[in-house]
């Protein structure tokens, strides 16, 4: 291949729509000419905006970036009710729902006989053994 | 160096040194893939700023169906031809510079690599929008799968619009090229 032709399947090659043969041909070509390498060098830089940006390096201005950032923020700041909400669709494993389920259930139905067994309550005879003792000592009472 | 979905995630939480990098990471990508195809600088910060504040925002981005860059670049193409089918196809800056003029000169003028690109350029802008669009996609750095994905077209179909494409732009180019 003679360095008009590979100037035309530049292009090709560059997109990968090349044939194996010419391929092949064109990368034989580019390892032995400077010239239509340098070529093929300039056209990729040129075409190629992988990490390089556009052909003029044109980023959007920086109003555009400051008011882009503003609108993020603005629509994910953490609020309560964003944690919240989050936090409840947050999925869980059925095992561990079930778990809390239980625990729950568990609570509320053994709750009242746990917090019995702490602070019992006083027996009924005790209250009746104060009122005796008082009135007795309120007969005694000489006034 | 943390992926473009780790950084997605934590920007959904309010992390906004996640969105500096990852903003840092498209600006020149994705405006270099917008700003060919809208008229104006403008028009590209407007669709630059809709695309990537919507696919921050849909609750249809899920990474099992594709990469973060295949939903950004789905939803900022489809910005673009609702631009484009509002304002009227109308043409990109490119597109309004007349065709360049074979050059009377010999070949070794033609072969200058400076009128190539420019040539380029020119053959570019003047691509029917299907075409232009895979080679803008492409230019951006996307893989195969990936334009396939963006542009909802099957893969054969979009290596076939990869053939028209380097097709005609061969043809434009000849002049710069030819013995």
Known sequence: ?143 | MNSDEALYARVKRGDMRAFDELYARYASRLFGFLRPQLPTRADAEDVFHESLLATLESVEVTFHRGSFRTWLYRIARNRVLNRQRSHGRGQTALARLAPLEETPAGPDERLARGELLRALDGAVARLPSPLSEVYHLRSSGLSYDEMALVLGIPLGTLKSRMNQMVNVLRQELEPWTAR
């Open chain 1, 1 to 143: 291949m003679d360095c008009t032709l590979i100037q035309g399947a530049l292009i090709g090659y560059h997109f990968a729509t090349l044939s194996d043969d010419d391929r092949g041909d064109v990368e034989t070509h580019l390892v032995a000419c400077t010239a239509c390498l340098r070529t093929y060098l300039a056209f990729k830089a040129h075409v190629d905006r992988d990490g390089s940006g556009a052909p003029s390096g044109e980023v959007p201005g920086e109003t555009a970036r400051l008011r882009l950032r503003g609108a993020v923020e603005a629509r994910f700041r953490p609020t309560p009710a964003r944690v919240l909400g989050r936090w409840f669709a947050t999925p869980v494993p059925l095992y561990q729902g079930v778990a809390v389920a239980a625990a729950v259930v568990l609570a509320f139905v053994l709750g009242p006989a746990v917090a019995r067994a702490i602070h019992p309550a006083p027996p009924a005879h005790a209250l009746e053994r104060v009122d005796s003792a008082r009135s007795a000592a309120e007969s005694l009472t000489i006034y």
